[in-house]
C-alpha cells in the first residue's frame, strides 16, 4: 500500500525555523514527484510545489519562492518542506501528496496533514 | 498561468438529488490534464477522478465528469450523505473549491 505519513503538530513563534516531514512507503520512493500543499485554516487549497527525490528537481510556486525549502533524503524516503523565518501568516495545515508523473499534476495519495501553527 | 473558477460557492441539495458542480478555466486547456478531489472535515483531500474520466480506486460510479476546452464539471448523480464535502478542481494549481451541503 501506497502511503505518505507526516511529522505531528508544530508550534512555533515568529522568527523560528521549522522542518516537517513526510515519509514514503509501498512504492519506489526516487521514482515519483511529492508534491506541497497549504490548507490555511478555512480556506482552499494552495499548490507550493514538487520536488523529485531521484536528482531533487524542485519546482516552486511564484509566489512561495525563497520561503519555503523543499528537499529529500532517498536513504529513508523521506520528504522535507523547511522555513528558515516562520511568519503568522504561515500557519495552516501542511499536506504531502504524490504526483502521479512528470506530465500529470494530479495528487494521490496524500500525507495525513502536518498543523503548523505560529504565534507570539 | 491558467485559473480555475468553481462555482458555485456553496451547493445545497437533498440526499438523492443530483448535484453538478462547474469549474470553468482562464484559457482552453485539455481535460485529460484536470483532476477533482473530495475534503470532509479534518481529512485530507482525496482523489476522486483524474485525466478527465479516471476514478481512483473506490470511488463509486456515481461520480463522473465532462467538459472540454473551459468549462467542465463534475457530476453526483444521486448524492448520499456521505458526499457532503468540499470538492476541488486542479490542473496545477487549485480551483477555490465547492462546498456541497445537507439542504
Known amino acids: 500500500e501506497v502511503q505518505l505519513v507526516q511529522s505531528e503538530t508544530e508550534m512555533k513563534k515568529p522568527g523560528e525555523s521549522l522542518r516537517i516531514s513526510c515519509q514514503a512507503s509501498g512504492y519506489t520512493f526516487k521514482n515519483y514527484w511529492i508534491g506541497w500543499v497549504r490548507q490555511r485554516p478555512g480556506k482552499g487549497l494552495e499548490w507550493m510545489g514538487v520536488i523529485y527525490p531521484g536528482d531533487s528537481d524542485t519546482r516552486y510556486s511564484t509566489s512561495l519562492q525563497g520561503q519555503v525549502t523543499m528537499s529529500v533524503d532517498t536513504s529513508i524516503n523521506t520528504a522535507y518542506l523547511q522555513w528558515h523565518s516562520l511568519r503568522a501568516s504561515d500557519s495552516g495545515m501542511y499536506y504531502c501528496?504524490?504526483?502521479?508523473?512528470?506530465?500529470?499534476?494530479?495528487?494521490?495519495?496524500w500525507g495525513q496533514g502536518t498543523l503548523v501553527t505560529v504565534s507570539s | 498561468e491558467v485559473v480555475l473558477t468553481q462555482s458555485p460557492g456553496t451547493l445545497s441539495l437533498f440526499p438523492g438529488e443530483r448535484a453538478t458542480l462547474s469549474c470553468r478555466a482562464s484559457?482552453?486547456?485539455?481535460?485529460?490534464?484536470l483532476a477533482w478531489y473530495q475534503q470532509k472535515p479534518g481529512q485530507a483531500p482525496r482523489l476522486l477522478i483524474s485525466g478527465a474520466s479516471r476514478r481512483a480506486t473506490g470511488i463509486p460510479d456515481r461520480f463522473s465528469c465532462s467538459g472540454s476546452g473551459t468549462d467542465f464539471s463534475l457530476s453526483i448523480s444521486r448524492v448520499e450523505p456521505e458526499d457532503f464535502a468540499v470538492y476541488y478542481c486542479q490542473l496545477r494549481n487549485f480551483g477555490q473549491g465547492t462546498r456541497l451541503e445537507i439542504k
Open positions: 501528496a504524490r504526483r502521479f508523473d512528470s506530465t500529470y499534476n494530479w495528487f494521490d495519495p
Open positions: 484559457q482552453s486547456l485539455d481535460g485529460t490534464y
